[in-house]
């Protein structure tokens, strides 16, 4: 399974619920390095109302990587999942940053919980015990239709490449 459906898509679909945005325009690279999928992603998401997403996943790396940055008008959004860090940069709270035209900077860390324990305790309230679903199936589409045009946007790079001869045609490592 490619590292896009194994862990970018969880990354999507948190973007998707932040930005209340159709997607514009999807730009990826990947590369399948250890696997016959790609193993290493990195997306450039563009939403019609401006605001811009970068993704990348890794199972390849030293250690497994999911980064998400989002930039808008109104400021920059910046999360590590492995470290368990969130940055965001705007106008509204957090420390002055000098020469910046009046934006602040605020860090927040959390905890390490069992993600997937937590969606099956969920799942499993909703489906014993009617409790309200936190991601709806139309979320999930979303996140999906997200993932397979981040595919498409590598199978495009990747054609684009093979074009003008940075690589061979076939070449899975780009």
Same mark, same amino acid.
């Given at each position: 399974?490619?590292?896009?459906?194994?862990?970018?898509?969880?990354?999507?679909?948190? &973007?998707?619920? !932040?930005?209340? @945005?159709? =997607?514009?325009?999807?730009?990826?690279?990947?590369?399948?390095?250890? +696997? *016959?999928?790609?193993?290493?992603?990195?997306?450039?998401?563009?939403?019609?109302?401006?605001? &811009?997403?970068? !993704?990348?996943? @890794?199972? =390849?790396?030293?250690?497994?990587?999911?980064?998400?940055?989002?930039? +808008? *008008?109104?400021?920059?959004?910046?999360?590590?999942?492995?470290?368990?860090?969130?940055?965001?940069?705007?106008?509204?709270?957090?420390?002055?940053?000098?020469?910046?035209?009046?934006?602040?900077?605020?860090?927040? +860390?959390?905890?390490?919980?069992?993600?997937?324990?937590?969606?099956?305790?969920?799942?499993?309230?909703?489906?014993?015990?009617?409790?309200?679903?936190?991601?709806?199936?139309?979320?999930?589409?979303?996140?999906?239709?997200?993932?397979?045009?981040?595919?498409?946007?590598?199978?495009?790079?990747?054609?684009?490449?093979?074009?003008?001869?940075?690589?061979?045609?076939?070449?899975?490592?780009?």
């Amino acid at each position: 399974m490619s590292v896009i459906l194994d862990l970018m898509i969880h990354d999507l679909d948190l &973007v998707l619920a !932040i930005v209340d @945005s159709p =997607i514009a325009q999807v730009d990826a690279l990947g590369a399948a390095v250890s +696997s *016959e999928y790609e193993d290493i992603a990195n997306a450039r998401v563009r939403f019609e109302n401006g605001c &811009v997403a970068t !993704i990348t996943a @890794s199972r =390849i790396s030293l250690k497994t990587e999911r980064r998400m940055r989002l930039f +808008s *008008e109104e400021g920059y959004l910046s999360a590590d999942f492995g470290k368990r860090e969130l940055t965001m940069i705007g106008r509204e709270k957090g420390l002055p940053l000098p020469g910046t035209g009046g934006f602040r900077r605020e860090a927040i +860390s959390w905890k390490d919980h069992d993600s997937l324990f937590a969606e099956h305790e969920a799942f499993v309230a909703s489906c014993l015990d009617g409790a309200a679903v936190k991601v709806d199936a139309r979320a999930g589409r979303r996140a999906l239709a997200a993932a397979l045009a981040v595919a498409d946007g590598i199978e495009e790079s990747r054609r684009r490449m093979e074009m003008s001869g940075l690589i061979r045609a076939g070449q899975k490592n780009f």
